[in-house]
């Protein structure tokens, strides 16, 4: 159970709730195991009241010996000195249970206001606590771990530990109280006749730490699987169109069924394994309820026969102690059937909360420890014999790498599939840490920048375009702190091309673009894309083959908008295609994460190599259009 001291902090915070919680759970126990002792004495008045009416010479011992709770007694106390008639008697009886019952059944309304309120509070705390945790963790993190399974885990895990915190946590303290009043009455009313009446309590306890073990297993085993069935159902909701494409929504269904049959027999099998909790509580409360007014019955008829044959005896089982017996056991019926439950639902926060605890004891690498300045960053940006592997995949995919941007300058990088471009910018945005060399701007290692302050400076365009399931407007304006003007939107809007689409739109900029922009086509969401980075008007930009899908018209106005935009900043552009370039200062050709070429279009043009041989190459495959293109940009 080591797991769960990680919610300690929580309850702690509500320590307040939690106390209060616990005096409401103690009051209202204590009013209602007053019950039986009410219940006892009007069952011995009503007994002594019929044996006189028989001339039976055990009357006057009817409550001889009975020890009552004090407020009981000064019921007693006033109903004998004021010789309150047997009728007044049952009446004043009743309304006094009536009393306790609803006070006892306040402090329970007060008790759940107060723990599981807490509980709520608690609920709402860790998975905010977890969702800022997933924030901080780095990219490489996602790597390793599906959407599925991070939200299996904020979802339903802290929803059990939640169970934890609330109903658990408040019949663990209800059973206690339980337990301790009616042990406490129980024994003072009749010590051997408790012993019996408890005597099935200790195979219970045994049963309860046999199941528990196999409960806990069972419970990960579960979990396991239900972060499993939800990825296995995400992925096949975000790949719906290539599922229908090829037609296998059979073989999706097929293996989503294989996935849901795994996790139904592991439910099943802890569903049978519950339900041996409440057919064993049943039975043992039904034994000891047999026990009560069986031993109880044998007392109380020794004792009778030795009032009879005129021994001295202490008579304490009477007709009322074994009724009194009797609802004390019924009043633990409850508690202790709810042991299991309650054993259970911990044995499942304990899992639950241990794999939060997996993700939550996960350090991020990229650590911001460079304060926030109001200076905007800038200067000269140097890969220094810098060399980066994938931890997750052990693919090296920069080697000794050695370049320098000059402030204000347009690079243009180029290579094939794997070549280590799309690495360069996830570096620089410090996405990941090189594991050699040191990465530069404004001859300050990137470590000593402020993380926020660089990610915020830096505009990065990624090849794999997301956008969120809100408006045109909210998805531009997506990077920035403040609040963007409209002007601001359509201004970035038209520099990325896409203004003029987005007027044909039925709600213009405020039309709802759907999950990661299903309702656009692959160029708009590309475009968008590109406003979103552009709206934040960076000193660096870096656009990472994010024109893939537009034709060449609308990238060749793209192109030409953005040599505009980037007047006197600092511009990476990773790509693939060629005619996409524009008065570049510098082209750098990657292979195998170092660079083969490098220089202006003239000195590669000038040189058999890799970027000659593909632009001579597009070109042939392009025609005259892109060669005019091309030409105008590059000189």
Request: hydrophobic share 45%; net charge positive.
């Amino acid at each position: 159970m080591k797991q769960l001291s990680a919610v300690n902090k929580y309850l702690w915070k509500y320590k307040t709730r939690l106390f209060w919680g616990i005096i409401f759970i103690i009051l209202s126990n204590y009013f209602r195991i007053l019950a039986p002792q009410v219940s006892g004495y009007v069952v011995d008045k009503v007994t002594q009241v019929i044996k006189q009416q028989n001339g039976d010479i055990t009357a006057s011992h009817s409550t001889k010996n009975i020890s009552y709770d004090v407020l009981v007694k000064k019921l007693i106390d006033m109903v004998e000195t004021r010789q309150i008639s047997f009728a007044n008697m049952i009446i004043l009886s009743g309304i006094t249970l009536l009393i306790l019952a609803l006070l006892g059944g306040f402090f329970m309304f007060l008790m759940r206001q107060t723990i599981i309120v807490m509980s709520r509070h608690i609920e709402f705390d860790q998975k905010n606590d977890v969702y800022k945790h997933y924030q901080q963790l780095d990219v490489s993190f996602y790597k390793v771990h599906s959407t599925g399974d991070l939200m299996n885990r904020i979802a339903e895990d802290v929803s059990r530990v939640r169970m934890y915190t609330g109903p658990a946590l408040m019949y663990v303290i209800n059973l206690s109280s339980t337990i301790a009043f009616s042990l406490y009455f129980m024994f003072k009313a009749n010590n051997e006749l408790t012993i019996y009446v408890l005597a099935p309590l200790p195979i219970l306890a045994i049963a309860i730490y046999s199941v528990n073990t196999l409960i806990h297993k069972k419970s990960t085993v579960i979990q396991g699987l239900l972060s499993d069935l939800t990825t296995t159902a995400q992925e096949s909701y975000s790949g719906i169109r290539v599922i229908k494409s090829f037609v296998q929504e059979k073989a999706m269904l097929r293996f989503f069924n294989n996935s849901s049959e795994a996790y139904k027999k592991s439910a099943v099998s802890l569903a049978k394994l519950e339900a041996i909790y409440f057919p064993t509580m049943a039975l043992l409360i039904g034994i000891s309820t047999l026990l009560t007014i069986a031993i109880g019955g044998w007392y109380h008829a020794a004792e009778t026969a030795k009032i009879a044959a005129g021994l001295q005896t202490a008579y304490t089982v009477t007709a009322g102690t074994i009724t009194e017996f009797v609802i004390y056991v019924n009043l633990l019926t409850f508690p202790v059937s709810a042991i299991g439950w309650t054993a259970s639902m911990i044995q499942r926060a304990a899992a639950s909360q241990k794999r939060l605890n997996e993700f939550l004891d996960t350090k991020p690498n990229i650590t911001d420890i460079a304060p926030r300045t109001a200076t905007k960053i800038g200067g000269d940006i140097v890969f220094d014999d810098v060399t980066f592997t994938y931890a997750h995949t052990g693919i090296t995919a920069i080697k000794n790498f050695k370049l320098t941007i000059k402030q204000g300058e347009k690079i243009l990088v180029i290579g094939k599939t794997g070549s280590g471009k799309s690495t360069l910018a996830q570096l620089l945005l410090r996405f990941y840490n090189p594991d050699e060399g040191v990465i530069k701007i404004g001859n300050h290692p990137l470590q000593n920048v402020s993380l926020h302050q660089l990610r915020e400076q830096v505009s990065y365009v990624p090849q794999d375009v997301f956008l969120f399931s809100d408006t045109v407007a909210n998805n531009i304006s997506f990077g920035l702190d403040k609040k963007a003007t409209q002007e601001m939107v359509e201004e970035a809007a038209k520099f990325a091309s896409v203004h003029n689409e987005i007027l044909n739109f039925d709600k213009q900029y405020q039309t709802m673009i759907g999950e990661r922009g299903v309702t656009l086509s692959g160029g708009q969401k590309q475009r968008i894309s590109i406003a979103r980075g552009l709206i934040k008007n960076p000193e660096i930009v870096v656009f990472d083959d994010c024109l893939s899908a537009v034709d060449a018209k609308t990238e060749s106005e793209i192109v030409t908008n953005l040599y505009r935009f980037l007047q006197h900043k600092t511009a990476i552009i990773i790509t693939h295609r060629i005619f996409s370039t524009f008065r570049f200062d510098k082209i750098v050709v990657l292979e195998d994460g170092a660079i083969i070429e490098q220089g202006t279009h003239e000195q590669l043009m000038a040189q058999p190599g890799y970027y000659a041989e593909l632009y001579r190459l597009q070109l042939t495959e392009t025609g005259d259009d892109n060669v005019g293109i091309a030409s105008v940009l590059t000189d």
